[in-house]
């Protein structure tokens, strides 16, 4: 078999972590969840879960995929000592790339909604009036041509593997993302209603602390992080064993929350500055107007009453967009692709044609069925299945794995670790905390 690839540099790795985990949660998941839930109250738990519960299990699925240097399913099958445990790790793993998969193909038609939203920023600037209204109506065609699209571009980013494809692509790109990010959230502050926005943003409500708060967090956490189907895994296979991982995790949980706050003040002023310009900002509960109508409505709204400069606002929203939805989804894809190259005679790009069509496919299924499954392939994967992975890839990094074996694997790359905290708590904690706190919290989840 060819040498194995990997990223080649710890930049490099770092964007295609940070691309994974920088995406529609962050830009537009978290502020919205947070408008809706308290304000900064929200923030604090969410800033809780993240470092006491993704970052460990984080932890968890790098080590493990450092370890094995393979895909999920090959990995936890590896490291289960006896039979019953290899059974897990094949159900496990299996689950994990499905749910990797059904990710993809809703996030791959809100993503080509971006693309449709970013070409209408083209054409209104053209005076291209019918293709802009085709690009914004809602219609299966029109969602189909942009999901298949956006499918085609996160295919030809795998198909070109590690460093030639994701680790090229995320450190083009990522940084792309950041420029836009700060520019779009200095032009927005200068409006009138920005400082409104920020009050509701950033002052705690704490009277709103309620346990489904913590649920939400929690699956906003795991979300954010990629967690849970194989990608992080995945990802830190490709890495090599002179890294630190505990500083590696540390740091991608970092750049990930502090992007999801930063984009808080972009998405929350921009709001109440588009009710200033006269825009309905609430639903007719009273409730903040969070969902698409959000992203496809009141900002496109803002957009076209602040006159010519307008456009290119929009333009710049929506690259932003398109890109952070693009360094998710190559994540998502490798999930799959990773398994099928090491696991059967397949190419890297026949693994990558024949699964992303199979993807494509069950987007469109769910596209002609869009009020009975899109909502529920959301919920099923991101609600329940991915902290219930995250728990089973705590398990196995605690429980199942010889523990030597795991112990070793955290040195490697990081020879001084003994004696630090990391050292000393992480093994126990990811053994009896993260499971307990992550089933607790699911079983408030199915309560509620
Ligand atoms: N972390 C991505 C976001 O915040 O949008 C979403 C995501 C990517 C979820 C990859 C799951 C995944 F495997």
Redesign the pocket.
């Known amino acids: 078999m060819a040498s194995r690839e990997q990223f080649s540099s710890k930049f490099g790795f770092i964007m295609a972590a940070a691309g994974?985990?920088?995406?529609?949660?962050?830009?537009?998941?978290?502020p919205t969840q947070t408008a809706s839930n308290g304000g900064a109250a929200f923030v604090v738990v969410y800033f809780m879960m993240a470092f006491a519960l993704a970052y460990p299990a984080l932890m968890a699925e790098l080590i493990i995929g450092r370890h094995s240097k393979s895909n999920i399913l090959t990995a936890l099958r590896g490291i289960a000592p006896n039979q019953a445990s290899r059974i897990l790790g094949t159900g496990v793993g299996i689950y994990g790339v499905i749910?990797?998969s059904l990710?993809?193909s809703f996030?791959g038609i809100v993503a080509g909604w971006m693309l449709c939203y970013l070409a209408e920023s083209v054409t209104s600037l053209l005076g291209w009036d019918s293709a802009s209204q085709w690009l914004v109506s809602f219609g299966n065609e029109r969602n189909i041509i942009s999901m298949g699209i956006f499918m085609l571009l996160t295919m030809y980013i795998i198909a070109n593997g590690i460093s030639g494809g994701i680790e090229k692509w995320s450190t083009r790109l990522m940084p792309m993302l950041m420029v836009i990010l700060a520019g779009l959230i200095i032009y927005v502050m200068t409006q009138p209603g920005a400082g409104e926005g920020l009050r509701v943003y950033l002052l705690p409500d704490f009277s709103q602390l309620k346990p489904s708060l913590f649920v939400d967090a929690m699956g906003q956490a795991?979300?954010?992080?990629?967690?849970?189907?194989?990608?992080?895994l995945v990802y830190g296979s490709y890495l090599s064993n002179k890294e630190s991982l505990p500083r590696l995790g540390v740091m991608v949980t970092l750049v990930?929350s502090g992007t999801?706050f930063v984009a808080g003040l972009l998405i929350i002023p921009a709001i109440y500055v588009a009710k200033q310009y006269g825009a309905n900002i609430f639903t007719e509960a009273g409730d903040l107007i969070a969902g698409p109508d959000l992203i496809f409505q009141v900002l496109p709204t803002l957009f076209e009453s602040m006159g010519a400069i307008g456009m290119w606002v929009a333009l710049a929203f929506f690259i932003l967009m398109s890109i952070?939805?693009l360094t998710?989804?190559i994540?998502?894809l490798e999930?799959p692709v990773s398994l099928a190259v090491e696991e059967t005679s397949f190419s890297r790009r026949q693994a990558t044609l024949v699964i992303g069509t199979l993807i494509f496919g069950c987007s469109t299924v769910i596209l002609f069925n869009f009020g009975t499954l899109f909502d529920f392939v959301i919920n099923l994967?991101?609600v329940y299945s991915?902290p219930l992975l995250g728990l089973m890839l705590c398990v196995f990094a605690g429980w199942i794995w010889h523990r030597d074996n795991l112990l070793q694997e955290i040195k490697a790359g990081h020879p001084e670790i003994e004696g630090t905290f990391f050292w000393k708590v992480w093994p126990n904690y990811v053994k009896f905390v993260c499971p307990l706190l992550v089933l607790t919290t699911l079983i408030q989840s199915i309560g509620g």
Request: net charge negative; aromatic share 12%; proline share 0%.
């Open positions: 994974s985990a920088i995406g529609l949660g962050n830009i537009w998941g978290f749910i990797a990710i993809l996030y795991f979300f954010s992080l990629s967690l849970g189907v194989g990608t992080m990930d999801a952070a939805s998710s989804s994540s998502m999930v994967t991101t991915q």
